[in-house]
């Protein structure tokens, strides 16, 4: 079964840069897909972004054109890069995954990573 552990959250000021990582460990070949996610107090969680097996890229209007995902498959390992940062993308950030299992497709979830942006 594939596991998820996120890492990069941490304090920035509005304008500035993070760069979130995703290692995926145990049956990693089995991912049909990754994603980033996002949920601040109060809100559900959101998309932010998404990537599939064949590399084609999705983005929450929100971030397009200020956060970036790519992978480095060598690595198994997802990347967010976020760039000029806002208050409202303060959240606590979730890798997922889907993971195929047989003929059954699973989601997966990283236990999250705090991301605060200061104003």
């Known amino acids: 079964q594939v596991q998820l552990v996120e890492s990069g959250g941490g304090l920035v000021q509005a304008g500035g840069s993070l760069r979130l990582s995703c290692a995926a460990s145990g049956s990693s070949f089995s991912i049909t897909y990754m994603g980033w996610y996002r949920q601040a107090p109060g809100k559900q969680r959101e998309l932010v972004a998404r990537?599939?097996?064949?590399?084609?890229?999705d983005y929450a209007d929100s971030v397009k054109g200020r956060f970036t995902m790519s992978r480095d498959n060598a690595k198994n390992t997802v990347y967010l890069q976020m760039n000029n940062l806002k208050p409202e993308d303060a959240a606590v950030y979730y890798c997922a995954a889907d993971e195929l299992r047989g003929s059954s497709v699973y989601a997966v979830w990283g236990q999250g990573t705090q991301v605060t942006v200061s104003s």
């Open positions: 990537i599939s097996s064949g590399g084609s890229r």
